[in-house]
């Protein structure tokens, strides 16, 4: 069985609190025992993993991720390589340190199409998946997690203050693209530039577009990801 403690502190720009106690306990398996793990705050700095063993995080746990900007922009159907990073070290009961917050999570937002109750109607979505996990000290390890599904969208026109929805964004090229044609801003800065015929492509697609409809996407709101499956980590 699955024990889950958590408490919420939330506020519009911060959601984990340092000074708060711990936030999540769950049970977890290894080679020799059955303990529990934390999702503490930042400030846990006691590594103390000298017992050889191999712990399993199960399946279904969800882990928190933060990104270095506020939002990410990016188009229905529209991939994006993106590295976002554990935002609490994940602790034993013991207090060993089983994944060190900022450790790299690798991934790609995907589209995906969120089933609705009509069968005509298949709304677009945009899920954040997760492949491998690098450490602070350069070790990898892989992993297989993903988000929730994301499917609120925001359009913008000629006329639309694109001020706020830019601000402190990280944005995909077709999101640029379009944006930038829809309201004639060029000095938007993309996440990953695009250019030459892929640019022209992009544009040719875009062109007639009067309006932009886009994914605006808070990763440490929406993109917590949950492990699809067991994440085994050996430790020394």
């Known amino acids: 069985m699955i024990h889950i403690i958590r408490k919420t502190m939330k506020s519009h720009s911060i959601r984990w609190q340092n000074t708060s106690a711990a936030l999540m306990a769950i049970a977890i398996t290894t080679s020799a025992a059955t303990p529990l793990f934390y999702l503490n705050p930042a400030q846990a700095q006691t590594y103390n993993l000298n017992q050889n063993r191999t712990v399993t995080i199960p399946a279904n746990v969800t882990l928190p991720v933060k990104y270095d900007k506020e939002k990410v922009i990016v188009t229905p159907g529209e991939k994006l390589a993106l590295t976002l990073k554990i935002a609490n070290d994940i602790i034993d009961r013991n207090r060993n340190i089983l994944i060190p ?134 430790t020394n």
């Open 101 to 234: 917050v900022n450790s790299q999570v690798i991934g790609e937002l995907q589209p995906v199409n969120a089933n609705t109750t009509s069968s005509t109607n298949n709304k677009q979505g945009v899920r954040f998946v997760a492949s491998e996990l690098v450490f602070p000290s350069g070790k990898r390890q892989t992993i297989s997690a993903s988000s929730q599904i994301f499917t609120k969208t925001e359009i913008i026109t000629k006329g639309t203050n694109t001020g706020k929805i830019l601000t402190d964004a990280a944005i995909g090229a077709g999101a640029a693209t379009l944006i930038s044609l829809v309201t004639g801003n060029k000095k938007i800065e993309v996440l990953e530039p695009v250019g030459g015929a892929a640019a022209g492509a992009l544009a040719s697609v875009f062109l007639r577009k009067q309006k932009a409809e886009v994914f605006v996407i808070k990763p440490e709101d929406n993109l917590d990801i949950t492990l699809t499956s067991n994440l085994i980590l050996a």
